[in-house]
Structure formats: structure tokens, C-alpha cells
């Protein structure tokens, strides 16, 4: 620890005497310092011994003295050193009263003690304290490699909090807590969730101090914590929370740096290892979609646990930017601008963290602009999927939707549950759901939804109503001179599935003259209505351009 002045007045070559201010003296000394001038307040930077002689003072005067000492209090210095036998045999009683009423430490300094060996002193006892902290530091740095080599990030976790007498939790990339040392401190490491998020959001590294508000009552708020990024990269991985009662001192300090050191080093190593696992997904689930689920076994072993035998869902997602350079002949070489945010890499967060925390095995592939994910049918990634596309679905405006708005969001398909024998029919499912969620400017179709919804949402598109428009004009053309409601028979008799009797009864006519209608149509389009493709055709061309 620093050098205090209880050590000064307890070193033996120093003979220092206490007359005033003796329930301060554990405070520590930062330097000695001697200054006879008669306001050295604006060279004192707080801490300091102050060494003097009153060689410019009226140290006889209360007045005087009173505002001097008063001062020196305000400046921060710890303690006032009054040589004797110089200017004065003994400490005048104007000071010593000043230094009492203000609670200043007056050490009386007797004529054979030169003011060079109490600075002296106080110059060892910092240099020793240091020479101290460094050596704990580099002892600190050994046991947390050791622990952190052979116990992992936990074992590191349980040295650092030995170290500082407190607590440290780690936090993956999502802000959620992975480990805490000692295990009563997980709740006190949950509640920082949001601080963490938010030193997330800033590049790396990057560190803030949070709590630390003395409140006795509450433990909790009593913590000083201390929160540090870890990675090289511009987005921090994880982070670090260190808990303590009081500010961290030099040994503790390096030990903290020591484990954001050990802790970045491990997290390159794991983003190594998960570059290297990522091409083993990829390899993985190619073999599945090419109709190889016996060789993708074979090559994932248990890595995945059960995920490639009990029922999955496949999910295929996409950028909103992207889908509308997709959707639009103007922006078809644009691959939809990057805003600044990363929706793709906020799902795979949101995704692996779900899975992670439900101990759930989940396979993630990106693929260029794309994602695909491969979870577990009813489990905890599947459904934190779903519930960020519906959020992202609830925050965007009513009258916007992703091919027109300017958010840059997502767009997810969702496969129906299915087996490692018809991977690849699941994967189509989900490129076709999310081919439905681009059209109608849908955040997340499920592709069993489709099945049991209906077709006619499907026809929202420009080319099927331009089919439609080309297909019925030359009926409408027809009607509008007049000359019958052919469109309308057409809709009536496609409705009544060819019933004359009933289709006549709809339109209020006799069935001959709608068998008449029905004749002209023939001509005018040129084609029988015999054959169900033009019945199938005409019908959809109705449904798509809506009721006349």
C-alpha cells in the first residue's frame, strides 16, 4: 500500500512528532513537498505532505493562519510538516490551533530531520509500493494464465475475482451472461444486461464504469463495476464486468488488464475456430440438399447432437435492401445499400443465443446476401426467429412495406417441419415462403401458412394483373358498347361451374341468352371454353383484376 502518514510518523530515522489531526493520519501521502511561500496552493496538486518553516509567515496571527490552513484543506494536501529550531523553536499555538479546527494533520519536524529525508522516505515507500503492485501484477498475470489454460474462461473468471476480492462475469455478443465467479454474483452480472448492449454499440475497445454508489442498505448499488470489451474487431464479441467495493488499486488494475488480454486472445482463438466450424455447417448442409443426410452424419459426427435426426425447420433469410434491388428493374444492379445496420448478423445473434441458452444444437450458413439456418421444429431458436420478424413487422409504419420503404430490415421464409431425408424440399419450401413474404411485403411468411391460406394474395403482382388486363380487354371492350354484359356471364357461369339454369338465375336472363354470351366469348377471344386451361385462366384473370 502508499506510504501513509501514520508510516511517516512511525518511521523510526524521522522522528516525526503528531500535534494536531491525529484520526487522519491513515490517509495516504501521493508526495512530500517544502514551500515557504505564503500561498503555495496553486502548485499543489492534492496529496501532499507540505514541509515548512514559516520562514514567510506570521505563523503567531490566528487570522493568518486560519486562512492558510483553511487553503491548503481545500487543495487537497493531506498534511502540514513544521520544522522547529529554524524560524521558530516550537510550533506557534495560532497554527496548531488552525490545523486542529480544521482537522489538518501538523506534524512537527525536529531540527536534526532535513525535509530531503522525509521526501526521501516517502519516495521509497511509493517506489516500494509500486515495485509491489507490479510484482503482484505479474503473479496475478501467471495464476490467470494457468487457470485460464487449464480451467478455461471459468477458471479465469475465478482468479480475477480472488484478485480484486470482488466478482467478474463474461457476456457473449448479445449481452447475455456466460459464466460469473462466484457463482452469487449472477444476478448482480443479469442486471447489466442493458449497460453491456450499450458499450456493444461503441467500437472496440472500449470500457465505462458503472455503480458505485455507497449505498449500505443495498449491495448491489454498492458495486463499482467496471465493464470492458473484448475483440479486435470494430463490433466487440463479448465483455467483461468487474465488481468491486472500492476503486481498483495498482495490482488489481494489472490483473483486470491481464485478463482483458487472456480474454481477447480466447475469443480470436474461438473466432478462428468458428470461421473453421462455419465451413463445416456449409459442407454439412450442402450434403443434406443434395439428398446425402447418411455422409452429412458421417462428417458432423455429434457436433450437432440430435439436430439432424429429430424434425427441423429450415430458414432462408434475406436483407430487405437486397429484396428490393431483387423486386425493381430499376435497382437491379444495386445489391441494396447497406444502411449501416446488419440485420442478417442481428438474426444470427439472436438466433445462436436462443439456442445457446435453451442448450439447443442450431446449424447457421451464411450464403453471400443470405442466411440460412437450420434449427430444431418447436424449439427456442425457431421461435426467437419468428418473434424478432414479428417485432420488426409491429415497429414498421402501417403505409410502408418492404418493397417500398426504406428501412433496411429483413425478410425471412420459413420451411414446414421436416427431416434430414427431404432437406431439400424444405429448403425450397423456405425460398418459396420468403419469395411470398418479398411480394406482399411481408417481414416472415411460414410456408405452412400458405398452404392453409389462399392462392388469390398470390396474385398481387404487376404481371399477373397485366395478364389478366390483356386477357378480359377485348370483353370489356365488347361491353362497353353496350352490346351485353359478357365479362359479367363469363364471372357467373365460371362461378356456377358451367350450370347454365343457375348461372342464368344469377344474372336475372334466359339460360339461351346466356348461351349466347358464351358464344361470342369463344369468338372474340378464340379459344373454347370446352378446354379447362382457358376456364382455369379466365378465372384467375377475374380473381386477380378484382369485382367489376
Avoid at 506557534?92 to 494533520?105: F, H, K, S, T, Y
Avoid at 444502411?339 to 442450431?362: F, K, M, N, W, Y
Wanted: proline fraction near 5%; hydrophobic fraction near 45%.
Amino acid at each position: 500500500m502508499p506510504p501513509t502518514l501514520a508510516s511517516l510518523v512511525h518511521h523510526s530515522a524521522l522522528k516525526l512528532t503528531v500535534r494536531a489531526g491525529q484520526d487522519r493520519l491513515d490517509v495516504p501521502v501521493r508526495w512530500a513537498h517544502a514551500s515557504e511561500l505564503a500561498d503555495p496552493v496553486p502548485y499543489m496538486e492534492g496529496g501532499e505532505l507540505l514541509l515548512i518553516t514559516a520562514l514567510k509567515l506570521d505563523a503567531e496571527d490566528p487570522e493568518v493562519m486560519r486562512r492558510y490552513v483553511k487553503r491548503l484543506v481545500g487543495a487537497g494536501v493531506v498534511g502540514l510538516g513544521f520544522a522547529v529550531g529554524v524560524n521558530y523553536d516550537n510550533i506557534p499555538q495560532a497554527l496548531v490551533e488552525a490545523a486542529r479546527e480544521e482537522g489538518l494533520p501538523l506534524l512537527e519536524v525536529p531540527r536534526r530531520t532535513p525535509f530531503l529525508a522525509i521526501s526521501k522516505a516517502v519516495s521509497a515507500a511509493i517506489a516500494a509500493d509500486q515495485y509491489r503492485a507490479v510484482t503482484a501484477g505479474f503473479a496475478a498475470q501467471r495464476e490467470l494464465t494457468r487457470r485460464t489454460l487449464t480451467d478455461g474462461p471459468e477458471g479465469l473468471l475465478a482468479a480475477l475475482a480472488a484478485q480484486v476480492d470482488g466478482w467478474a462475469a463474461l457476456y457473449d455478443a448479445s449481452g447475455a451472461v456466460v459464466a460469473t465467479a462466484p457463482e452469487w454474483a449472477g444476478r448482480r452480472a443479469a442486471r447489466l444486461t442493458a449497460d453491456v448492449q450499450r458499450l456493444r454499440e461503441r467500437p472496440a475497445p472500449a470500457s465505462s464504469v458503472v455503480g458505485g454508489r455507497g449505498d449500505a442498505e443495498n449491495a448491489e448499488n454498492a458495486d463499482r463495476v467496471e465493464l470492458h470489451s473484448l475483440g479486435t474487431s470494430r463490433r466487440p464479441r463479448s465483455a467483461l464486468a468487474v465488481g468491486t467495493a472500492a476503486a481498483l488499486g495498482t495490482a488489481e488494475r494489472y490483473a483486470v488488464h491481464s485478463a482483458i488480454a487472456l480474454l481477447t486472445l480466447t475469443t480470436e482463438r474461438s473466432r478462428s475456430l468458428h470461421e473453421a466450424g462455419l465451413r463445416i455447417d456449409a459442407a454439412v448442409l450442402r450434403m443434406l440438399l443434395a439428398g446425402e443426410p447418411d455422409h452429412a452424419r458421417t462428417v458432423a459426427g455429434s457436433l450437432y447432437g440430435g439436430l439432424l435426426d429429430a424434425p427441423f425447420r429450415i430458414v432462408v433469410a434475406e436483407s430487405a435492401g437486397r429484396s428490393r434491388a431483387l423486386g425493381t428493374a430499376q435497382s437491379a444492379g444495386d445489391p441494396g445499400g447497406d444502411t449501416g445496420g446488419d440485420p442478417l448478423g442481428t438474426l444470427t445473434e439472436i438466433v445462436e443465443s436462443a439456442a445457446a441458452r435453451s442448450g439447443e444444437a442450431v446449424l447457421v450458413v451464411p450464403e453471400g446476401e443470405r442466411l440460412v439456418a437450420l434449427a430444431t421444429d418447436g424449439g427456442a431458436a425457431v421461435a426467437a426467429c419468428v418473434e424478432y420478424a414479428s417485432a420488426l413487422e409491429a415497429a414498421r409504419p402501417a403505409s410502408e412495406s418492404l418493397a417500398g420503404g426504406d428501412d433496411e430490415s429483413l425478410v425471412v421464409g420459413l420451411s414446414a417441419p421436416s427431416g434430414p431425408i427431404a432437406a431439400s424440399a424444405a429448403y425450397k419450401q423456405a425460398e418459396q415462403a420468403l419469395s411470398v413474404a418479398r411480394r406482399r411485403g411481408r417481414v416472415c411468411v411460414e410456408h405452412e401458412h400458405l398452404a392453409a391460406g389462399s392462392v388469390l394474395p398470390l396474385l398481387a403482382d404487376d404481371a399477373v394483373r397485366a395478364f389478366a388486363d390483356g386477357l378480359l380487354r377485348a370483353l370489356r371492350d365488347h361491353d362497353a358498347t353496350g352490346r351485353g354484359d359478357l365479362v359479367a356471364s363469363v364471372r357467373a357461369w365460371l362461378s356456377r361451374h358451367g350450370q347454365w339454369d343457375a348461372a342464368a338465375a344469377d344474372l336475372g336472363v334466359h339460360r339461351h341468352t346466356l348461351r349466347y354470351r358464351m358464344r361470342r366469348v369463344e369468338e372474340i377471344l378464340g379459344r373454347s371454353l370446352d378446354d379447362p386451361d382457358v376456364r382455369m385462366e379466365l378465372w384467375l384473370a377475374l380473381k386477380a383484376t378484382g369485382p367489376e
